[in-house]
């Protein structure tokens, strides 16, 4: 069984039109999954409390956003593939 509804994988930064249709479709049972410069959401207004947001610690660390205390959960590479496992369906953004 699946952890996951969709994994939702977002590369967009704040004001991309396809990072605001990647949240206007965020629903109960999704995981967000911010990496390259998605991760410039942690230092943002907007990002959804309906689901689980997770953030790719390296892509947090070269923007210098490692002070940012949100609910996220900062994973590795190696977890990457860990959650689109637990996913029944992967979008990238």
Known sequence: MSSFDTLHILNK??????AAQCLALLSEGDALLLIENG??????????S???VFALSADVAARGLG???GNETRVAFSD???LSL?????ISW
């Open 13 to 18: 930064s704040p004001g991309h039109p396809r």
């Open 39 to 48: 991760v410039l959401w942690l230092s943002a207004e907007g990002l959804p």
């Open 50 to 52: 309906v689901c689980r």
């Open 67 to 69: 002070n940012t205390a």
């Open 80 to 82: 990457m593939v860990a």
């Open 86 to 90: 637990q996913a029944r369906k992967v």
